[in-house]
């Protein structure tokens, strides 16, 4: 079955930076677009960014344009976020999910949490 | 950008009930709509998706429809397990926005 683990969450200051990584396993990763979706504490789904299959195109939220950049290394089967000037309502959990078809999130990593705080 | 609405943001019903959550999306996404599953402290997991396409290994009391820019999850016969916080998305795009959550409890 798929495997996709988050990894690179923790406490940062406000300002900081951060890089969430996500390694996948067990599918053609380079074949399926992948996304990062937050969930932010006691609050609902926010979809934060997506990434063609290729690399080729990048979509992200407008609240973390400029701000947030994915990437994915499609020999390692790795996704990475890297974040940077983070503020408070970046505390979250990240989830990364793969698309099989039609931007669908079939499946799910764990989660990594991110908190921003002093 | 298009904005996904849903509602109600949560209800309680009683076992054995039908439960129906609604959401709308402000332009049409043809039937480009998902539903998930977020059970308390889980991972959110994929219900329906185009619309009305039940998920292999979903319980057939699961049903969705609509097109357009009016959906609707439906839950035949609620069970003590479905007690969960159900979200749209539209998957018209690589811009996978959500609805804010129905949480569905047992009365």
């Known amino acids: 079955e798929v495997q996709l683990l988050e990894s690179g969450g923790g406490l940062v200051q406000p300002g900081g930076s951060l890089r969430l990584s996500c390694a996948a396993s067990r599918f053609t990763f380079g074949s399926y677009a992948m996304s990062w979706v937050r969930q932010a504490p006691g609050k609902g789904l926010e979809w934060v960014s997506t990434i063609s299959g290729n690399g080729g195109a990048t979509y992200y939220v407008d609240s973390v344009k400029g701000r947030f950049t994915i990437s994915r290394d499609n020999s390692k089967d790795m996704l990475y976020l890297q974040m940077n000037s983070l503020g408070a309502d970046d505390t979250a959990v990240y989830y990364c999910a793969v698309c099989y078809s039609d931007y669908v999130y079939d499946y799910w990593g764990q989660g990594t949490l991110v908190t921003v705080s002093s | 950008d298009i904005q996904m609405t849903q509602s109600p943001s949560s209800l309680s019903a009683s076992v054995g009930d039908r439960v129906t959550i609604s959401c709308r999306a402000s332009r049409g996404i043809s039937n480009y709509l998902a539903w998930y599953q977020q059970k308390p402290g889980k991972v959110p997991k994929l219900l329906i998706y185009?619309?009305?396409t039940l998920q292999s290994g979903v319980p057939s009391r699961f049903s969705g429809s609509g097109s357009g820019t009016d959906f609707t999850l439906t839950i035949n016969s609620l069970q003590p397990e479905d007690v969960a916080t159900y979200y749209c998305?539209?998957?018209?795009?690589?811009?996978?926005?959500f609805g804010g959550g129905t949480k569905v409890e047992i009365k």
């Open positions: 185009a619309a009305s």
């Open positions: 998305q539209k998957h018209n795009s690589p811009v996978g926005t």
